[in-house]
Every structure is written in structure tokens, then in C-alpha cells.
């Protein structure tokens, strides 16, 4: 009797890609004399620093499934529309054809990519100081400002930041792998229920509800030398209410165990550019 096992072919979930094959793909999609490709982040994007001898740039993998098309080019188009109104922001680098999006074969299926312009700088959490806080604060409510001002023939197609994605689906996560802690989710499931009776509470209609960065954390804006504020990584980016932004800085910013002083800086920032409104100001929970 053989005591070989054969173990039938198995889906394949998620796959990173050779670099050398990687930098050869780039070379030819982009014209560019890669000289190195190194991954620098494998999260939710895989994201590569590329070395060239036309110069930096940064190279993004979606996942399989994770974006769509229609998804990536909306953030494409945004980002050159924040970089078009004088806001610092990565743009988009466009491949040899003209088109923006390079499409990867992998196991588990198609992924997308972008190449985009390499931005020189170190993180919020790297330098900080309250002015930086004030500067990220004012970039992110001029985002705000102008994402106001698109045109009707910009075709928005992107997540929506509503209640279930910002409670529903993170609760019947925490669910599944605390299942056992049943005093503790029915807390949370309690606490979640005075939450979206506040987030109901706002309207929805410009500016408290536009479009948003939807990741404003310490982790996602790059300060340079000479204090240049840009803000990156627009991967969660779409219609919600704006006050999610500010809530997101201050969430990492007590993860991080920062002063009070900048959550100040950084809400003062936003406030030179806008005024929250008496709903916004009055939101509490109930």
C-alpha cells in the first residue's frame, strides 16, 4: 500500500510577485531603465519602491477583488484634481500607451496597478511637532474644500464610508473571533447602537458629507525637509461624513499616545480652512 499522498491543486488566496519579473513588466509598461523594485509594504496594497535611471517612483498592487477598475481610476482622477487645485498629493504616472492602470495575471486572478510619482519625506509619527499636526489638519479640510468643487463630468465611482462600513461589518468581525466574550459584545453592540444614532444625527449633504481621505492616520501623510505637507495613501477614499476624517486622526493619535496638543493643532488646522458646522459641533453621543 503507497503512502504518497496527492494533495489536489488549492485556491490560492493572495501571491506576491518576483521582483525581477516585476521590474522587467514596469520596464517595458513604462519605459523606464529599472534598476531595482523592492516591495516596501504588503498590506492591503502591495507597495514597491522603484529604483530607475529616469529616477523614484512607487508602484501599487491592489489585491484581487479589492478594487475595481472603475474604483482605481476614480482615485486616479481625484488625485490629479487635488494636485490640479495646488494641493500636495502623489499623482498618477501613466504607462507608454497613455492609459494609467497596468493589469497583473496572478493565481488567485487579476490585480491592478498604479504607478505613482516618489514623494520624499518621513511620517507624521517621525516628526512630531504641532505645526506638522496644524499643517495635516489644513490639508485634509482643504481635500474637503475641493473635492466640493469636481465637475459633473467626473464619474465617481467609490465605496460609500456609510454605517456599515463603519459599524456593521467591523462588529460582525469582532464578533466572529470573540465570539466567546458574549458580556463583551453585547457591549459593543450597545455602545454601536448610541453611535449611529449620532452619525444619523448629521445630514447628509455638503459639507458635512462629501468626499473623504477615509485613512487619516500619523502613517499616511509625509513631511519634508522643508516641511512640505502630502498627504498619501487615498486607498480608502469616498462619500461619507467629513467629521470620520477628523476622527481618525484623533483615534490614532490616542493609539499612539500623542499630547492632547495635537489633536488641537491638527483640528485648528482644519478650522482656518472650514468651520464646522452647530450639527457637527453639537453631535454627541446619545
Not at 456599515?164 to 469582532?174: A, N, S, W
Not at 487615498?234 to 470620520?244: I, N, S, V
Request: proline share 4%.
Amino acid at each position: 500500500m503507497s503512502n504518497f499522498f496527492q494533495v489536489k491543486s488549492l485556491p490560492v488566496l493572495r501571491s506576491f510577485f518576483s521582483v525581477n519579473a516585476l521590474a522587467e513588466t514596469i520596464s517595458e509598461a513604462y519605459a523606464l531603465n529599472v534598476l531595482s523594485c523592492q516591495l516596501i509594504k504588503g498590506m492591503l496594497l502591495d507597495t514597491y519602491k522603484i529604483t530607475s535611471s529616469e529616477g523614484l517612483f512607487i508602484f501599487r498592487v491592489y489585491r484581487s477583488g479589492k478594487r475595481t477598475l472603475e474604483e482605481i481610476l476614480s482615485e486616479s482622477d481625484f488625485l490629479l484634481h487635488l494636485h490640479n487645485a495646488g494641493i500636495f498629493v502623489p499623482i498618477v504616472v501613466p504607462k507608454v500607451d497613455g492609459t494609467r492602470v497596468l493589469t497583473l495575471p496572478a493565481p488567485e486572478g487579476t490585480r491592478y496597478a498604479l504607478m505613482l510619482n516618489y514623494i520624499e519625506g518621513k511620517t507624521l509619527n517621525c516628526v512630531p511637532v504641532p505645526e506638522n499636526y496644524y499643517k495635516y489638519g489644513r490639508a485634509i479640510s482643504n481635500i474637503h474644500k475641493f473635492a466640493d468643487t469636481l465637475s459633473g463630468s467626473y464619474s465617481f465611482t467609490r465605496p460609500t464610508l456609510n454605517l456599515e462600513f463603519l459599524l456593521e461589518i467591523p462588529l460582525r468581525m469582532i464578533r466572529e473571533v470573540l465570539y466567546y466574550r458574549v458580556d463583551d459584545i453585547e457591549y459593543l453592540f450597545l455602545v454601536s447602537e448610541r453611535i449611529k444614532r449620532t452619525i444619523l444625527s448629521l445630514s447628509a449633504t455638503s459639507p458635512v458629507y462629501g468626499i473623504c481621505h477615509g485613512d487619516v492616520d500619523c502613517s499616511n501623510v509625509l513631511i519634508s525637509t522643508d516641511g512640505k505637507i502630502t498627504p498619501i495613501d487615498f486607498d480608502f477614499f469616498g462619500l461619507g461624513w467629513r467629521t470620520y476624517d477628523i476622527a481618525s486622526f484623533y483615534a490614532d493619535s490616542r493609539y499612539l499616545k500623542l499630547p492632547l496638543e495635537a489633536r488641537q493643532a491638527f483640528l485648528e488646522g482644519y478650522l482656518e480652512i472650514r468651520l464646522l458646522t452647530n450639527e457637527e459641533k453639537q453631535a454627541r453621543l446619545s
